[in-house]
């Protein structure tokens, strides 16, 4: 393990002022007997969107105007890149990158400050760009090695990386275990690169791998499955295969498990392969799935609120509301509450808030619904092209897309601009919240906004 040190000089001003920002998600959560599930300090950005995993930060007082000169408080070049979002807790902030010498590296910088303190080599891969169609993955131009998000548990942060190289450090950088996920169950056959998440819960951790069967090219089929390591230990505590029989790219999934708890029982929510479905994250049990959610490869990851899960069933197909109501064994199309047909994301997540649900498409077209009915609340071209999550913060939802340019709106049902900013980057990765500030990595630099 190599660690190296870089002392960029940034001016950085701190202020903090936490309170709640009241949405109607508590209380729904509450009465319908099942809540989200938190996953550290609310003020925190510990992994892939947030403490909850659906895009939501409790702050209120995050930025709202912004450039590259006004309102910023460090910019940091990355030397490298990824389309990972960065997790932030308490005074530190954990990247991931690729840079040109196919290094994997895993930065840890200074939150007030955006000062590297520590740069580890964490493994060398190269990024295959040509491929036969099929068989082995070809990366996305869009991406690389380093789209999955690393995770802070504790003391621990938790990386992965396209390669299938899965490991932990702690705050100081050691390494405590690795794996390699392609050497010890296969190689990946995902179409366009592997850039699933891995997800932390009560000293697990669990990774996902949802990918072609192959099974109409080859006499074994290729697996998909879900497989938990000890936090502190790396060792194995189960493995699930999860063979949904989706037929070659509509198996391919790049979502990232979610985590809730209903009626007092924590689950492990995960789309893809046609498949909306649910495990014991202690045991790797399957809990409930929901079969027949033809598609194609999911990008679009899932997310909960007032009792239900709103999903895409990936490549541009319908946007569903699916109740956790009652939810065991093979679910029937009864679950399905409501659809939209037409004009959902292929690639950003929706995000929630006060009772609607928004969306942007990757053409640039925004959506706010009534998350009870799906009935329409408004519709807005932003402009560019979008592959970056939105969020919500403050009462605004964040919408940032490819070329720098975000664009924020309040979280109303109707539309209310309330500001455009831009930064001189190419923004793929999904924003962050923590402290207060606004976290935007770029393709060549990592942004902190909020003086």
């Known amino acids: 393990m190599m660690i190296e040190i870089s002392i960029p000089a940034v001016r950085f001003s701190w202020t903090l002022f936490l309170v709640l920002f009241m949405v109607s998600a508590p209380l729904a959560a509450e009465e319908s007997g099942w809540k989200p599930l938190f996953q550290g300090d609310s003020n925190d950005w510990p992994a892939w969107r947030g403490p909850e995993g659906i895009g939501f930060s409790a702050a209120t007082n995050v930025p709202t105007k912004w450039n590259d000169q006004e309102n910023l408080a460090w910019k940091t070049q990355l030397n490298g890149w990824g389309d990972s979002t960065p997790a932030i807790v308490g005074d530190h902030v954990f990247v991931t990158l690729q840079n040109e010498a196919n290094e994997l590296r895993l930065l840890r910088l200074d939150a007030k400050t955006g000062q590297i303190e520590l740069n580890i080599l964490v493994d060398q891969a190269e990024t295959p760009r040509e491929a036969p169609k099929r068989k082995s993955q070809k990366f996305h131009n869009l991406h690389n090695m380093a789209s999955p998000s690393p995770v802070v548990s504790g003391d621990q942060v938790v990386v992965h990386f396209g390669n299938g190289l899965l490991a932990t450090y702690n705050l100081d950088g050691e390494e405590l275990w690795r794996h390699n996920l392609q050497q010890e169950y296969g190689t990946y056959s995902i179409w366009w690169g592997h850039a699933n998440s891995p997800v932390v819960y ?16 080859q006499k074994e089929s290729v697996k998909s499955y879900l497989i938990a390591h000890d936090l502190k230990t790396g060792e194995k505590k189960w493995m699930t295969m999860r063979m949904t029989g989706a037929p070659a790219e509509e198996a391919d999934a790049y979502t990232t498990p979610l985590l809730l708890q209903k009626d007092g029982q924590v689950q492990l929510v995960v789309m893809g392969g046609n498949t909306l479905d649910a495990y014991d994250p202690h045991t790797g049990k399957r809990l409930w799935y929901l079969p027949g959610l033809v598609g194609g490869r999911t990008v679009t990851g899932p997310i909960a609120a007032e009792g239900k899960i709103f999903t895409t069933r990936g490549m541009r197909k319908p946007l569903l509301a699916v109740t956790l109501d009652g939810n065991e064994g093979e679910l029937t199309e009864d679950a399905i509450q409501w659809t939209i047909d037409k004009s959902t994301p292929d690639t950003p997540s929706p995000v929630y808030a006060g009772g609607m649900l928004f969306t942007v498409t990757d053409d640039g077209i925004a959506h706010c619904y009534s998350t009870k009915d799906g009935e329409l609340l408004w519709r807005e071209r932003l402009g560019g092209n979008f592959k970056a999550s939105p969020i ?60």
Do not use: W
């Open 202 to 217: 009560d000293g697990l951790v669990i990774s996902v791998c949802m990918q072609d069967s192959l099974a109409d090219l």
């Open 392 to 451: 919500v913060a403050g009462g605004n939802v964040y919408f940032l897309n490819i070329d720098g340019n975000c664009k924020v709106v309040a979280a109303k049902d109707t539309f209310e601009l309330v500001s455009e900013n831009q930064v001189k980057d190419t923004t793929i990765a999904s924003p962050a919240v923590a402290g207060g500030k606004l976290f935007i990595r770029g393709k060549e630099h990592l942004y902190c906004i909020g003086k």
